[in-house]
């Protein structure tokens, strides 16, 4: 867990959780339009993914046991 590529895999599950947030809440209007956005709303929810997308990974390389993946079935090689 505490070696370079758990990070790196971590991290990319963040953004990838925090992107498909953001999607899902512009997502949910009818029409997305960037003037009107309630920019800290969409903020939160991206980060709020990302963390719980990090505290998945941690959790996650505990049960498996794998150290240095963060998936929960150890299937990265």
Do not use: H
């Not at 997502?27 to 960037?34: I, K, M, R, S, T």
Request: proline share 1%.
């Amino acid at each position: 867990m505490f070696t370079t590529k758990f990070w790196k895999a971590t991290a990319e599950r963040a953004v990838k959780s925090a992107a498909q947030g953001l999607l899902l809440y512009w997502g949910a209007d009818v029409v997305f339009n960037a003037w009107q956005a309630d920019w800290a709303a969409a903020g939160g929810i991206a980060s709020g993914a990302a963390v719980l997308s990090v505290l998945t990974s941690l959790v996650s390389a505990k049960v498996s046991g794998e150290g240095d993946s963060p998936s929960l079935v150890a299937a990265e090689q």
